[in-house]
């Protein structure tokens, strides 16, 4: 059932293998809890994770509906809150400017970005703000 390891190795670092593909991902604890930010921290994976899947369950429907999604980003940030320590907010602004999508188009990018799996299992206490680029 293991399909990730991750291993504590020290100043509040780790090191995750992925064991499929062998490949090798560090994180440490936030500047702001101890961390030196030469890593990304857990909750940077989350909004990162946040990100990746938005743009890869676009990517699924523009294959789908057959248009050109390439070179479209997402720059992402988060606000962490206290009692208790968490993700509070994370903030969203997608850049596709640089692509010829019509309303049609619009409509099927904006329909995916709700049904990414990593965003429907955010608590819905985080909040997520949205801000497009055309």
């Given amino acids: ?77 988060k606000t962490m809150v206290q009692d208790p320590r968490r993700i509070g907010a994370i903030d969203m602004t997608f850049d596709f400017s640089g692509l010829a999508l019509g309303d049609k188009e619009k409509k099927i990018v904006e329909y995916a970005i709700g049904n990414c799996p990593v965003m429907r299992s955010l608590h819905p206490d985080i909040t997520k703000n949205i801000a497009f680029n055309y």
Avoid: W
Wanted: net charge positive; charged share 15%.
């Fill in 1 to 77: 059932m293991k399909k990730i390891s991750v291993i504590y190795t020290q100043n509040l670092q780790t090191k995750a293998i992925h064991e499929r593909s062998g490949r090798v991902l560090f994180t440490e604890a936030p500047v702001d809890n101890q961390g030196t930010g030469e890593n990304f921290s857990p909750t940077d994976l989350v909004v990162t994770a946040l990100g990746s899947c938005i743009l890869t369950v676009i990517g699924i429907a523009t294959k789908k509906y057959n248009f050109s999604f390439d070179g479209a980003s997402v720059a992402l940030g």
